[in-house]
């Protein structure tokens, strides 16, 4: 009797809400199509150490619910060497794995791809990061539920800096990426938003903040982009041209990378599970990435989904501008 198919899952680099539902609807397809799964502990590291366990559809019971990833992820610069590439590929030899799937951003695909051209293993990436900045998709997964927990966080602090009429610069993550800032800080009403995708003006900045207050507005709420700089030093810059302006900061750090999934980021994991069995079924590519154009699922190759030039969304930019007044 021929043996089944069996595949191996891991979560790489920083978690994403929505990896837990994207590991439980690959393990659920896969289970219905006749294939094994077996998930890798803490990303490439536990790949290079041999840690995987069997997963079935009742290990991944509960889940879909769930922040952080139930696999456990790492940094692992390693896996840009070839030397513990191999170490990774003799273990997946080891327990018979035909093809593996990984969750994650940008550096999780470089390592993915570079392995799969050097063993001609199958490799399928699901985009798996709050900072949304993988240029081939609309969307990563987890973007969402940060983007809406950093808006809730605005909510909060907009209260009390309207009871104090203070202004406040709340930094947020996304590395080198604004989406996080640009999308909460439309949403989320703020007056300015900072991104790296463009100058920084700081005169620009404080100008805006005395019209502001002239204008009889009781709280300001800056949205300041990891990428651009730290929430002290922006405040340092903008009471060096103008100290009476009372301004606080907050990082909200990693508590927008927790929490549990929004329904965008649930239903999007599911979709690109199902996309990722398909693919492993038709066997017709080594190596692909999963994303979301107009709302529809889609696969291409990941040499040329990583080539892609930023998509930040200079339209959206502008309406936020203008609504900013
Ligand atoms: O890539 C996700 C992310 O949360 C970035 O927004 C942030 O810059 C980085 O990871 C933080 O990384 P670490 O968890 O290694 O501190």
Redesign the pocket.
Known sequence: MARRERIAILTS????PGMNAAIRGIVRCASSEGIECFGVEDGYTGLINGNLRSLDSRSVSNTIQKGGTILCTS?CPEFLEYEYRNKAYNVLSAYNIDALIVIG?NGSFAGMNQFSKDFNFPCFGIPG???N?LSYTDFTLGFDTAVNTVVSAINNIRDTMTAHNRACIIE????H?GD?ALYSGLSGGAEIILVPEMKLDINGIVKKLQKYRIKGKNSSIIILA??VCSCIDLKEKILAKDNSIEIRTVKLG?L??GGTPSMFDRVFACRCAEKAIELIINKEYLSRVIGIKDNKIFDMDTDKALQLESKFDYELYNIAQKLSN
């Open positions: 680099g920083g978690d994403a940094r951003g990061t709050i900072d900045d947020v993550m996304g590395r990426c996080i990891e990428g990693y927008q990378r």
